[in-house]
């Protein structure tokens, strides 16, 4: 057998099926840029711009709440919510997190009030002691504790004391009202001449 035959492309599909091939990974080339342009997937990699949280409405109580609290002026959502320790986590867990939150939404499988899962938590407590290490390993001593320590009852999680901090009062979505006029929601990604075909 020709080797050359073998790897040659030509040989292996009909003119038909090439061009149905083409246009079969066009579309799905073009319906899968389409979604992360209706997703606003690049303002998720440029920069830690808070905003970016708030392309899901969902979002919206969470953003106005912290914009209000002291780590509002300090620490952005990146800060508290992705692992620090290098590039590759940092963007590895972003894209998973994401992934999962889209999956979440699309199937209307998200919380009404949110939670961190276990993971997530994971990473929030670590970045608490990243940030505030002087403060408990100095001035009030309480020592590093992990929040999978914290889950098997060999000590608190950072929130067991400090519940309000940065999202107060979250039980209820109805803690920020008029949340929408305090936050930045994105524009919609629908044209103004298809907006006006669809009568909106």
């Not at 040659?8 to 080339?29: E, I, P, T």
């Not at 998720?44 to 002026?73: E, K, L, Q």
């Not at 199937?107 to 276990?118: F, N, P, S, V």
């Not at 060999?154 to 999202?167: I, L, S, T």
């Amino acid at each position: 057998m020709d080797l050359r035959k073998l790897l040659s492309f030509r040989d292996w599909f009909s003119y038909r099926q090439k061009v149905g091939l083409l246009v079969v990974a066009g579309v799905v080339c073009g319906l899968g840029g389409l979604f992360m342009y209706l997703l606003r997937a690049h303002t998720y990699f440029v920069g830690d711009d808070p905003s970016a949280c708030v392309n899901c409405h969902i979002m919206t109580p969470y953003y106005a709440t912290w914009s209000h609290s002291s780590h509002g002026r300090d620490a952005t959502c990146n800060d508290c919510h992705v692992p620090h320790q290098n590039l590759a986590l940092k963007y590895g867990f972003k894209a998973m997190d994401g992934l999962k939150h889209t999956a979440y939404f699309v199937t209307h499988a998200e919380r009404q009030a949110i939670m961190a899962e276990d993971k997530s938590a994971e990473v929030i407590m670590d970045n608490c002691i990243r940030c505030h290490a002087q403060l408990n390993q100095e001035f009030v001593n309480t020592g590093r504790i992990d929040y999978m320590a914290a889950k098997r009852g060999e000590g608190k999680a950072c929130w067991d004391c400090h519940r309000q901090v940065p999202h107060g009062g979250m039980n209820s979505l109805m803690s920020t009202p008029n949340a929408e006029f305090v936050t930045p929601l994105p524009p919609s990604p629908v044209p103004n001449w298809l907006q006006g075909m669809l009568g909106k």
